[in-house]
T-cell receptor, first 114, second 114 residues
């Protein structure tokens, strides 16, 4: 399997701008997760998809954040009206359905809001 | 609430010596436990997991971990450390309930000196 890929790897934006990140999971992995990681912290869960259905959302996912997985393959995470507090590493992970519980992570997208 | 604690921010060991990175957890129900490693500018890599069965689980790169239910711990171990093991290590937990997100500790930096 090729690994989870994320694009872009780095994004610098000005406060108030919108940004969109893309995640391509490992093929045939029907579960996809987004996490956010800030310096000195472990990843924090944002949202989860099973196929195209968004089944879980963290309270961290404010109404400025929206995620989609329209065809059950790649996913996008959009942040509207970015704030400096949004600066973080955004990680995507995927896993197979049933009986395989470990998640496989992409390299992340580092967002810097100036 | 489910949580994971990694009590040590940093662990220093000499190459060739055994290493232990500590993790304790708090969940309701049976825990699913994981260790991940993060190298600079790379995503999290899965090392090993405990779901059920033997309390000692073996994983990648010679690492193992011991599940202790009475002490609610899942410490990561390796008999002989390598300089290349120097990285950031995360313990994570998922309760076997409806939620599938992983809850991560803050991470422990392992430094192996030659």
């Amino acid at each position: 399997d090729t690994g989870v890929s994320q694009d872009p790897r780095h994004k610098i934006t000005k406060r108030g701008q919108n940004v969109t990140f893309r995640c391509d999971p490992i093929s045939e992995h029907n579960r996809l997760y987004w996490y956010r990681q800030t310096l000195g912290q472990g990843p924090e869960f944002l949202t989860y998809f099973q196929n195209e259905a968004q089944l879980e959302k963290s309270r961290l996912l404010s109404d400025r954040f929206s995620a989609e997985r329209p065809k059950g393959s790649f996913s996008t995470l959009e942040i509207q009206r970015t704030e400096q507090g949004d600066s973080a590493m955004y990680l995507c992970a995927s896993r197979r359905n049933q009986e395989v519980y470990e998640q496989y992570f992409g390299p992340g997208t580092r967002l810097t809001v100036t | 609430a489910q949580s994971v604690a990694q009590p040590e921010d940093q662990v220093n060991v000499a190459e060739g010596n055994p290493l232990t990175v500590k993790c304790t957890y708090s969940v309701s129900g049976n825990p699913y436990l994981f260790w991940y490693v993060q190298y600079p500018n790379r995503g999290l890599q899965f090392l090993l997991k405990y779901i059920t069965g033997d309390n000692l689980v073996k994983g990648s790169y010679g690492f193992e971990a011991e599940f202790n239910k009475s002490q609610t711990s899942f410490h990561l171990k390796k008999p002989s450390a390598l300089v290349s093991d120097s990285a950031l290590y995360f313990c994570a937990v998922r309760a076997n309930q409806a939620g599938t997100a992983l809850i991560f500790g803050k991470g422990t930096t392992l430094s192996v000196s030659s």
